[in-house]
């Protein structure tokens, strides 16, 4: 360890925070989840990152990377091990005009992707949140407001700079180690740090976004009738409905379906939002055109001691009415945990099954289920949140990586089909076969 560590401060020039340092209770934790690392490693470039790895490597300490640091199971923070910070790799750029390709750095957050876009009249599909990092939402999917007209946020990225766990900086491509492009495209955090994407973005411009509310009572048919709806919609149309939020009365809260319309047209845009007005009685509607990058909206962080149970699965057309049904049903019930389904489809369902490792095309809805609280108040809750889900089996399948607290074997299993982790793990073996980088839904390179 001694001589590793002496390697290191020799060869890191970025910050080496450890515990007893003024900046080590926030540089110790995530937003979600606290940890106590050994060390943290804040790298300014990649030849810091590349020093970061191999003193992991050399140390044999468990290993996690940050990016944003939401990752609800708390990937990117450990006790007792390294973390790797890429928030100073934060650069965000076009380069290329006419392709309309961006690069950005592993640690940006897509806040910082859209400000920086925007003077450009450019954006890429991201997620909904300004705090999150870039390297986690693609690294796994990408699901947001832009989804069903551009497809997840991993279908727009082209090449990826990527720090092995030998240490080493290679560049993935359709042309450049083409297996690891695949698998980093839906396979996570499992085969290097990335510490530069590349996307091709789109041209875009004002769009509608905002939310439609109904009364609680009338959930059923509502999430009904907007299912229905969604799945003709004009691509150009991402939504999602939200219920039983327990901050706003439970059983008694609003029925809310959030609506982004990809288009600064007002008759197009009303033309596409109009049937879900018609879904039942409006009890508000604050949908305006807005500025692209202001549909993002500000991350929360959990308060001290409150913990963040979620989890998520996906709904084939056929299973639509059943799981609907069951999640109204719950959610009219008291002790439901905050429900949300998002719609999906569309050009995410466009790209072949095999062209990525992010394995749920065929899915036209995706359920998240969120229970939030002390730890006694969400164990409490453990045993309703069980049997919502075991009522909904017959009805959904999978699991997005990016709405997951836990990664079990079951967790990892339900996100990668046995197809896809036998493909993952063969790339696994090839570039990380002593499994360095573990602290993710893991694939092992058996």
Request: with cysteine; net charge negative.
């Given at each position: 360890?001694?001589?590793?560590?002496?390697?290191?401060?020799?060869?890191?020039?970025?910050?080496?925070?450890?515990?007893?340092?003024?900046?080590?209770?926030?540089?110790?934790?995530?937003?979600?989840?606290?940890?106590?690392?050994?060390?943290?490693?804040?790298?300014?470039?990649?030849?810091?990152?590349?020093?970061?790895?191999?003193?992991?490597?050399?140390?044999?300490?468990?290993?996690?990377?940050?990016?944003?640091?939401?990752?609800?199971?708390?990937?990117?923070?450990?006790?007792?091990?390294?973390?790797?910070?890429?928030?100073?790799?934060?650069?965000?750029?076009?380069?290329?005009?006419?392709?309309?390709?961006?690069?950005?750095?592993?640690?940006?957050?897509?806040?910082?992707?859209?400000?920086?876009?925007?003077?450009?009249?450019?954006?890429?599909?991201?997620?909904?949140?300004?705090?999150?990092?870039?390297?986690?939402?693609?690294?796994?999917?990408?699901?947001?407001?832009?989804?069903?007209?551009?497809?997840?946020?991993?279908?727009?990225?082209?090449?990826a700079e990527v720090v092995t766990a030998a240490g080493e900086v290679v560049?993935?491509?359709?042309?450049?180690?083409?297996?690891?492009?695949?698998?980093?495209?839906?396979?996570?955090?499992?085969?290097?740090?990335?510490?530069?994407?590349?996307?091709?973005?789109?041209?875009?411009?004002?769009?509608?976004?905002?939310?439609?509310?109904?009364?609680?009572?009338?959930?059923?048919?509502?999430?009904?009738?907007?299912?229905?709806?969604?799945?003709?919609?004009?691509?150009?149309?991402?939504?999602?409905?939200?219920?039983?939020?327990?901050?706003?009365?439970?059983?008694?809260?609003?029925?809310?379906?959030?609506?982004?319309?990809?288009?600064?047209?007002?008759?197009?845009?009303?033309?596409?939002?109009?049937?879900?007005?018609?879904?039942?009685?409006?009890?508000?509607?604050?949908?305006?055109?807005?500025?692209?990058?202001?549909?993002?909206?500000?991350?929360?962080?959990?308060?001290?001691?409150?913990?963040?149970?979620?989890?998520?699965?996906?709904?084939?057309?056929?299973?639509?009415?059943?799981?609907?049904?069951?999640?109204?049903?719950?959610?009219?019930a008291q002790g439901s945990p905050f429900i949300a389904v998002r719609s999906v489809?569309?050009?995410?369902?466009?790209?072949?099954?095999?062209?990525?490792?992010?394995?749920?095309?065929?899915?036209?809805?995706?359920?998240?289920?969120?229970?939030?609280?002390?730890?006694?108040?969400?164990?409490?809750?453990?045993?309703?949140?069980?049997?919502?889900?075991?009522?909904?089996?017959?009805?959904?399948?999978?699991?997005?990586?990016?709405?997951?607290?836990?990664?079990?074997?079951?967790?990892?299993?339900?996100?990668?089909?046995?197809?896809?982790?036998?493909?993952?793990?063969?790339?696994?073996?090839?570039?990380?076969?002593?499994?360095?980088?573990?602290?993710?839904?893991?694939?092992?390179?058996?």
């Amino acid at each position: 360890m001694s001589t590793a560590l002496e390697t290191l401060r020799r060869d890191f020039g970025g910050d080496i925070i450890e515990p007893g340092g003024a900046r080590y209770a926030s540089a110790g934790r995530t937003v979600l989840v606290p940890g106590s690392p050994a060390f943290v490693l804040r790298p300014k470039n990649v030849a810091d990152v590349r020093a970061g790895v191999r003193f992991a490597s050399a140390t044999g300490q468990l290993l996690s990377v940050r990016g944003g640091g939401h990752s609800f199971p708390g990937f990117g923070t450990n006790d007792g091990g390294v973390v790797i910070d890429l928030g100073h790799l934060a650069h965000v750029e076009v380069i290329d005009d006419v392709r309309h390709l961006v690069r950005t750095g592993g640690g940006a957050t897509w806040g910082q992707v859209a400000d920086a876009l925007a003077p450009h009249g450019l954006a890429i599909s991201s997620g909904d949140t300004r705090g999150v990092g870039v390297g986690g939402l693609t690294l796994s999917g990408g699901i947001g407001w832009k989804v069903r007209k551009y497809g997840l946020t991993l279908d727009s990225m082209v090449a990826a700079e990527v720090v092995t766990a030998a240490g080493e900086v290679v560049r993935a491509s359709a042309a450049e180690h083409p297996d690891l492009f695949w698998a980093l495209r839906g396979g996570g955090g499992n085969f290097g740090i990335v510490t530069a994407f590349e996307f091709a973005a789109h041209p875009t411009t004002d769009v509608f976004h905002g939310r439609i509310t109904f009364p609680a009572a009338e959930a059923a048919g509502v999430l009904q009738g907007w299912a229905e709806y969604v799945r003709t919609a004009p691509d150009a149309l991402t939504s999602t409905a939200d219920f039983a939020n327990p901050f706003a009365g439970g059983p008694e809260a609003p029925v809310q379906i959030h609506v982004a319309f990809d288009g600064d047209d007002p008759r197009a845009a009303a033309r596409a939002v109009d049937p879900i007005r018609r879904l039942g009685t409006v009890t508000g509607d604050d949908i305006a055109l807005k500025p692209c990058a202001d549909t993002l909206v500000d991350a929360v962080a959990a308060p001290p001691g409150v913990r963040l149970l979620t989890r998520s699965g996906f709904v084939t057309e056929e299973a639509v009415p059943g799981a609907l049904r069951v999640l109204a049903e719950a959610g009219a019930a008291q002790g439901s945990p905050f429900i949300a389904v998002r719609s999906v489809g569309a050009a995410v369902s466009r790209v072949a099954d095999d062209a990525t490792a992010y394995a749920h095309r065929r899915a036209e809805l995706m359920i998240v289920t969120t229970t939030a609280g002390p730890e006694p108040v969400v164990e409490a809750a453990r045993p309703a949140l069980e049997a919502l889900w075991h009522r909904l089996a017959p009805h959904v399948g999978g699991a997005y990586a990016n709405f997951l607290a836990s990664a079990t074997d079951d967790d990892v299993a339900a996100v990668y089909p046995a197809a896809v982790r036998e493909r993952l793990a063969a790339v696994k073996r090839r570039y990380d076969p002593g499994n360095l980088f573990s602290s993710n839904h893991n694939i092992r390179p058996r």
